[in-house]
């Protein structure tokens, strides 16, 4: 049987927030890395983020994920066999002006894209975990949904024809949907040689790989928490739950290790709002506690939601989730770091 160091994992958008993370638990086990990103400058960062691990880490440059063939060289590259790949690159803009060009086509075609390229040039594949989203999970239309538990049974209930013309949020999930359920359908269709795992997250919170991130460039989930920081007033509940990065990156790798992960979604997250996050961090941090608003203390602990189905991917991690306030506090004592 190979060992971990006699396999390659192929990690998609490994410069971002979760595939850092990704990328890191992947070499402390032992396996082979290769990455791919978008520009030599993105590859230059992840290269220098892991400067100790030169031997077992390559990193290539996919400049459009929406195209199989650029892939090629990320296979060819792998200086041992690519067993898994596990998608964390999505299609992204710098502003939505046409839901369909914009969004919607590029999300499907950049996940069908990675399985075409894995069909063609990765023989030795035998599983792909991909990031999907809860977004694709919710039906955002229904808003607290008290009482309601989210599983892997849910999706998304928006058309593609729907979320050509609706708001920005809906047809986000939309696209999150529609994307998973393409992978899907080209496993089935296709017949393929390897499985498909999706990871479904919502709000990803959590200290960033290597240390902090500049304050002027951060990912949306971080910055969604350090504007809290001199902010006058709590924001109302959006996205009701949130997990850490951590956990989310140990639930990928998981899903390459364990077989019956195979052919599995997976919803991880813990219930969440920003009041639950003024007040941890007011408690166990000192340094914010008069740069924090006060709002409600309390509210987002009665406040009651939807929650998400937590044992299936708890069984698959072998523990229970990280602790909302360990996470919180991990995030904005690091950022305090940053400059």
Same mark, same amino acid.
């Given at each position: 049987?190979?060992?971990?160091?006699?396999?390659?994992?192929? +990690?998609?958008?490994?410069?971002?927030?979760?595939? #850092? *993370?990704?990328?890191?638990?992947?070499?402390?086990? #032992? %396996?082979?890395?290769?990455?791919? +990103?978008?520009?030599?400058?993105?590859?230059?960062?992840?290269?220098?983020? =892991?400067?100790?691990?030169?031997?077992?880490?390559?990193?290539?440059?996919?400049?459009?994920?929406?195209?199989?063939?650029?892939?090629?060289?990320?296979?060819?590259?792998?200086?041992?066999?690519?067993?898994?790949?596990? *998608?964390?690159?999505? &299609?992204?803009? =710098?502003?939505?002006?046409?839901?369909? $060009?914009?969004?919607?086509?590029?999300?499907?075609?950049?996940?069908?894209?990675?399985?075409?390229?894995?069909?063609?040039?990765?023989?030795?594949?035998? *599983?792909?975990?991909?990031?999907?989203?809860?977004?694709?999970?919710?039906?955002?239309?229904?808003?607290?949904?008290?009482? /309601?538990? %989210?599983?892997?049974?849910?999706?998304?209930?928006?058309? %593609?024809?729907?979320?050509?013309?609706?708001?920005?949020?809906?047809? %986000?999930?939309?696209?999150?949907?529609?994307?998973?359920?393409?992978?899907?359908?080209?496993?089935?269709?296709?017949?393929?040689?390897?499985?498909?795992?999706?990871?479904?997250?919502?709000?990803? =919170?959590?200290?960033?790989?290597?240390?902090?991130?500049?304050?002027?460039?951060?990912?949306?989930?971080?910055?969604?928490?350090?504007?809290?920081?001199?902010? &006058?007033?709590?924001?109302?509940?959006?996205? @009701?739950?949130?997990?850490? +990065?951590?956990?989310?990156?140990?639930? *990928?790798?998981?899903?390459?290790?364990?077989?019956?992960?195979?052919?599995?979604? =997976? @919803?991880?997250?813990?219930?969440?709002?920003?009041?639950?996050?003024?007040?941890?961090?007011?408690?166990?941090? +000192?340094?914010?506690?008069?740069?924090? &608003?006060?709002?409600?203390?309390?509210?987002?602990?009665?406040?009651?939601? /939807?929650?998400?189905?937590?044992?299936?991917?708890?069984?698959?991690?072998?523990?229970?989730?990280?602790?909302?306030?360990?996470?919180?506090?991990?995030?904005? $004592?690091?950022?305090?770091?940053?400059?």
């Amino acid at each position: 049987m190979a060992t971990k160091g006699d396999q390659t994992i192929l +990690v998609t958008g490994a410069n971002s927030f979760i595939a #850092g *993370h990704i990328v890191a638990q992947a070499l402390a086990k #032992g %396996y082979k890395v290769s990455g791919t +990103v978008r520009s030599e400058e993105a590859a230059s960062k992840v290269r220098k983020a =892991f400067d100790k691990h030169q031997s077992q880490l390559r990193i290539s440059i996919v400049a459009d994920i929406k195209k199989p063939e650029l892939y090629e060289s990320a296979f060819a590259s792998a200086s041992a066999p690519v067993t898994a790949v596990i *998608h964390t690159a999505s &299609p992204f803009t =710098f502003a939505i002006k046409d839901n369909e $060009t914009d969004l919607l086509k590029p999300a499907i075609e950049g996940s069908t894209a990675i399985l075409k390229a894995v069909k063609q040039y990765g023989g030795s594949v035998r *599983h792909v975990v991909s990031t999907s989203s809860f977004a694709g999970v919710a039906d955002l239309t229904q808003g607290l949904r008290p009482g /309601y538990t %989210y599983t892997d049974k849910d999706w998304a209930p928006f058309t %593609y024809e729907f979320a050509k013309d609706a708001d920005i949020v809906l047809a %986000y999930g939309a696209s999150k949907a529609l994307a998973e359920k393409a992978m899907w359908e080209f496993v089935e269709k296709e017949q393929v040689a390897f499985t498909l795992t999706t990871i479904n997250p919502p709000w990803v =919170f959590g200290p960033h790989q290597g240390g902090p991130p500049p304050l002027a460039n951060l990912n949306v989930s971080t910055g969604m928490l350090w504007r809290l920081v001199d902010s &006058p007033e709590v924001p109302p509940p959006d996205f @009701l739950s949130c997990a850490d +990065v951590r956990d989310v990156a140990a639930a *990928h790798i998981a899903a390459i290790e364990k077989a019956d992960a195979a052919g599995k979604r =997976f @919803l991880i997250g813990s219930k969440f709002t920003y009041q639950d996050a003024v007040d941890i961090a007011r408690e166990t941090i +000192v340094s914010l506690r008069d740069r924090l &608003p006060k709002g409600t203390p309390g509210a987002g602990k009665e406040l009651e939601t /939807y929650t998400l189905d937590k044992t299936q991917v708890e069984g698959l991690l072998g523990r229970a989730l990280t602790p909302v306030a360990t996470t919180i506090t991990d995030t904005l $004592t690091q950022l305090l770091e940053a400059k």
